[in-house]
């Protein structure tokens, strides 16, 4: 691994003291950390990218994508996508990654240099470059030797000043990681630290050839100055041995510290215990994350229990389930990729030398894998157990699901019940209706020959009333009964067909449903649409993430319309998603007897006036494969026939009588 200087120059950032009690000498730090990166194939549903890439062929696909194969290798790198790649400019924030490939296994690992361009406060010139190593097993180093630090040496760096360090280098490297993760692991980390994955805890390694002041090891556990300073950068300490006279290693939660001059020479063991230590890391984090799911799974409990007391307890419960589920299936592949991380871990050659066996009997690596080992195996049992809790929530989802569409088919039974006796009641009410009709115009018969008569005005009848009624008709016996009966059949036979043809006139309507899913160009263009017509009814319903609109209008009955709605202008209703920019269906209500336009022709027309208004764009409307005016051609042919045919039946008309 290639390790590159580190140049800091601060006024401000570091302007508060710093305490000096401790120094080292030409210091070489090691930032790791365990990255899921996985050796097996992908057996999870739930992908969120289209190919869940394994370990291996993650290695070979960052190796593609550093260059390492081409003659120009490394590069500027983002993690940014561009959506317009068609575009000849790509804008972004200041941050981009320099990469250059030191050496390569196109499947095992690569080691490359990367230079930090992330800008910095003002009065701050630092040159910053990593040496970082990727494994195939998920282990990710971070190298970086000092060679000074404000006004420091590189024989001269005090620990608080490091510490100061090894913060900026998380955090850098967590950018840099960022950038060279694919999206599949880069949702692996989020799920594992909530969101929060740019800063993450990382373990610290620290080689240096000598400390100042020099003192046997134990002698640092002072429970003061000296273990405090120590403690900033190894967080809490759990040993601190004597690995020969004039080397110590210092060992606590968060990193390792090995000073001495032969403290290079030991740096092979101490890397398998970082990489060791990177995944006992991980793991801790791994089991914080399992609390955090079985409170998440509680609490889906109690909105189970207690989904009744709020309409939106549903909704809430099936987003909880959805994310729960996720969740859970990316930590189960986390988990394996961990435990074959640990299965393919390679193991270093025993040292032959007396310091060598010493730092390995002090570091207990063989002691250290197996405590991982087995707490990834009680963590399978824990992911199990939140598996089993995950289907017995998921089928109480079921049951109360099941429970609302048990009452939603009680209530479209009881309103169906009622429907079928609100219709029998109404075609007993119509037919007695229709007689009443009848009844009622048959007194009005009888009423109007009586008034003609002048049977009831109580007056003497004028000569021509003897002459017309009374001599032939009511002198004959049973003939003015019989002429009373003639024109009351009549009347009525009348009425009933002037009551069939209202009802003929009224019926031959048709409704279109047609759902578009189209998408418009804005609310404000949709407005301008209906700013010329006379909007009749409007509702509105929002909700969480839809916003849905329903408009209905009748077209203007003009001669205008008649030919664009190639006849009678219909009465058109539209619902569209005023969040999303959808129009999702439209509803026509024409009659058809005085109408020729097809299902098609109604559609197409609607759609060219809201082109013409600007609600929507051409292509977005009849599609790309739609050449320039083929619409306006249809439709003009289609209004042509109209006006053909409706000329030939005024011809047919009145051609009837012209030839008569």
């Not at 006036?609 to 494969?625: K, Q, T």
């Amino acid at each position: 691994m290639h390790c590159i200087a580190l140049l800091c120059f601060a006024s401000e950032d570091c302007a508060d003291p710093c305490t000096r009690a401790l120094r080292l000498s030409n210091v070489t730090i090691l930032v790791g950390e365990w990255v899921p990166y996985g050796n097996s194939s992908s057996t999870a549903p739930y992908i969120p990218e289209p190919i869940a890439l394994t370990g291996a062929n993650n290695i070979v696909a960052l190796n593609e994508r550093l260059g390492a194969l081409d003659r120009c290798q490394g590069g500027f790198f983002t993690a940014l996508v561009d959506k317009t790649p068609l575009n000849t400019n790509f804008k972004i924030s200041p941050g981009l990654t320099s990469v250059k490939v030191i050496d390569f296994d196109l499947v095992h690992f690569i080691n490359i240099e990367t230079e930090i361009n992330f800008p910095e406060a003002t009065g701050i010139v630092q040159v910053e470059h990593f040496g970082m190593h990727l494994n195939m097993d998920g282990t990710v180093l971070n190298g970086m030797k000092i060679e000074a630090v404000m006004d420091r040496a590189a024989s001269n760096v005090s620990i608080d000043l490091l510490a100061r360090i090894l913060v900026d280098i998380q955090l850098d490297s967590s950018k840099i990681m960022d950038d060279l993760l694919s999206g599949y692991q880069r949702s692996l980390m989020d799920m594992m630290f909530i969101g929060d994955s740019a800063n993450r805890n990382k373990v610290n390694v620290i080689v240096a050839d000598m400390i100042h002041p020099k003192l046997p090891a134990a002698h640092y556990l002072d429970r003061g100055f000296l273990e405090n300073e120590l403690k900033q950068v190894v967080g809490e300490i759990y040993a601190a041995e004597d690995v020969s006279d004039e080397n110590i290693v210092i060992i606590g939660k968060i990193g390792i510290m090995l000073c001495g001059p032969d403290a290079m020479i030991l740096e092979p063991f101490l890397l398998y215990y970082t990489s060791l230590l990177c995944r006992e890391a991980f793991v801790r984090n791994f089991f914080l994350r399992t609390f955090i799911l079985n409170d998440t799974l509680n609490k889906i409990r109690q909105l189970t229990l207690q989904y009744h007391t709020d309409p939106d307890n549903v909704g809430r419960l099936r987003t909880a389930l959805s994310e729960a589920s996720r969740d859970l299936i990316l930590m189960e592949e986390t988990l394996s990729y961990l435990a074959e991380s640990m299965q393919d871990l390679l193991v270093p050659e025993l040292p032959q030398d007396s310091k060598g066996q010493r730092l390995l009997e002090i570091l207990n690596c063989k002691g250290m894998s197996h405590n991982v080992t087995s707490r990834i195996e009680d963590m399978t049992k824990l992911i199990s157990g939140a598996a089993n809790q995950l289907k017995i929530l998921q089928r109480s989802m079921d049951i109360i699901t099941t429970r609302q569409l048990e009452n939603i088919f009680r209530n479209i039974d009881s309103n169906t019940k009622f429907l079928v006796d609100a219709s029998t009641a109404n075609e007993r009410s119509s037919a007695s209706l229709s007689v009443m009709q009848v009844v009622l115009a048959g007194g009005f018969c009888f009423m109007v020959v009586d008034r003609l008569a002048a049977g009831t005005l109580n007056i003497n009848q004028p000569a021509w009333v003897y002459t017309i009624f009374y001599e032939p008709l009511i002198v004959p016996p049973g003939v003015w009964f019989a002429f009373n009966m003639i024109w009351l059949f009549a009347s009525s036979y009348g009425l009933i067909r002037l009551m069939r043809f209202l009802e003929f006139s009224a019926s031959g309507a048709l409704t279109l449903r047609v759902k578009l899913n189209k998408k418009f160009k804005s609310v404000e263009g949709l407005h301008t649409f209906f700013s010329d017509k006379i909007v009749d009814f409007t509702d509105t319903d929002v909700e969480s993430t839809v916003t849905l609109r329903e408009v209905e209008w009748e077209e203007d009955a003009d001669d205008d319309n008649e030919l664009k709605w190639l006849g009678c202008a219909p009465s058109i209703e539209l619902q569209y998603d005023a969040v999303n920019q959808f129009i999702l269906r439209v509803v026509f209500s024409v009659d058809r007897k005085s109408s020729f336009a097809t299902e098609e022709d109604l559609v197409k027309i609607l759609l060219q006036d809201l082109v013409m208004a600007g609600a929507m764009d051409r292509e977005a409307a009849f599609g790309p494969d739609i050449e320039e005016g083929e619409i306006e051609h249809a439709l003009e042919l289609a209004r042509l026939g109209h006006s053909t045919e409706k000329k030939q039946k005024k011809a047919g008309i009145f051609g009837f009588f012209s030839q008569t």
